[in-house]
């Protein structure tokens, strides 16, 4: 039984008011896309980092005294040998004139021995040339070899003293030499904690007068998190940028590879054998390990005590397909995937082989092409009120 005209005419009237209500209330799909593209991918370790000299020494006084003359202040140059510091030399000047009047006392009495000893010689000949011809006693005799043996006694007595007087002498002459103090090596003063004037005290330690380094070799002192240093091989490369380098259209990149890691932390953890009721330690501490690599500085852009934002390349890929990790679904899984918007405008889920993967994109060994289109994400576009004219 045919369907009368006006059924057909009201469903189809139902139909077009269905589809007019989906159109008027269906809200769009706006998706985030980027393309597949070849670069370079680094895993790094970050970190900071403070510069010091690679090389450097702390210029102290080995005697006691008023400093009389500063020939340096910070920032000059020195030259291995120059002259650094005078100190006043009275004290040790006096010890040493001291010392040379004892010397020259000893010798003085080493030479009246030496005649004294020569005399005894003497008289112990005459006595034995006596003694062969029954003409003196023979306690005479024994007498003479007596005074002979105790000439040579006291010869040898005199040169030993000598000889400790003129080592005396020689360590006081050291320490006149002291009140004048040169570089030990060329570089640039750096820092000086003594000024003219100032009474150094020698007598326990040694003060610190100045200290000089090299500063075309600079060692950055990096803190990197126990987290993270099972990562931190020697060799590996690293890179830093300063503080003062964000100015730049590019901050400038030193580049090195990493020297030493040090076995232990730089400081210990406090209060290590006090528990808590939880069974941990109190005063737990994040622990970090400090590694240090060398760059060159031959233009002194580097200065000591410098901050360093360290980066360690633990792994790279050079030129190779990447993604974004933002587009890649079960990273951690097995089988991570994709969504790749097609030409005609459908969607593919891809599963993919990732590489080496850095904080913000994935090495892609198998599962894409250069130039395909993934889908980062997807908003709905409001577009707000419908307006109709009848």
Not at 95 to 103: E, F, P
Not at 135 to 145: G, S
Not at 315 to 321: E, H, N, W
């Amino acid at each position: 039984m045919p369907v009368p005209r006006r059924f057909q005419l009201l469903a189809g009237g139902i139909a077009l008011l269905a589809g007019l209500v989906w159109w008027l209330t269906r809200s769009p799909v706006e998706y985030e896309i980027a393309a597949v593209s070849r670069g370079d991918i680094e895993v790094t370790v970050s970190a900071i980092g403070t510069l010091q000299p690679r090389h450097y020494v702390d210029v102290g006084a080995q005697v006691s005294g008023q400093i009389l003359k500063l020939h340096v202040q910070p920032g000059s140059r020195v030259a291995k040998g120059e002259l650094l510091v005078e100190i006043d030399p009275s004290v040790q000047g006096a010890t040493v004139d001291a010392g040379r009047a004892a010397l020259a006392g000893l010798r003085a009495q080493l030479a009246e021995q030496q005649a004294q000893q020569r005399l005894a010689r003497q008289r112990n000949e005459r006595q034995r040339e006596l003694a062969l011809a029954d003409a003196t006693k023979r306690e005479d005799v024994q007498t003479a070899e007596a005074n002979l043996a105790v000439a040579f006694a006291r010869i040898d007595h005199l040169k030993a003293q000598i000889d400790q007087t003129q080592a005396t002498l020689k360590a006081d002459e050291a320490r006149l030499g002291y009140t004048r103090i040169f570089a030990p090596m060329a570089g640039t003063v750096v820092a000086v904690e003594a000024r003219e004037g100032q009474t150094l005290n020698a007598t326990y330690q040694t003060p610190n007068i100045l200290r000089i380094a090299d500063l075309t070799g600079m060692t950055v002192w990096t803190e990197v998190s126990e987290a993270d240093i099972s990562q931190v091989k020697p060799k590996l490369p690293a890179y830093f940028t300063t503080l003062g380098g964000h100015g730049e259209s590019r901050p400038r990149r030193w580049e090195s590879r990493i020297r030493q890691v040090l076995p232990a932390p730089p400081t210990t953890i406090a209060a290590s054998g006090a528990q808590t009721g939880s069974g941990q330690p109190q005063g737990m501490k994040a622990v970090s390990y400090t590694v240090l690599f060398d760059v060159e500085n031959p233009d002194g852009a580097l200065m000591p005590q410098m901050t360093a934002q360290v980066g360690i390349i633990t792994a790279s890929a050079k030129q190779v397909l990447h993604v974004p990790l933002s587009a890649v679904n079960g990273l951690t899984e097995e089988k991570p995937t994709v969504r790749v918007m097609r030409e005609d405008g459908d969607i593919e889920i891809r599963p993919l082989v990732l590489g080496v993967h850095s904080r913000h994109a994935a090495e892609v060994r198998s599962g894409l092409h250069e130039g395909e289109r993934l889908i980062l994400g997807e908003k709905t576009v409001d577009k707000g009120p419908r307006r109709f004219s009848w």
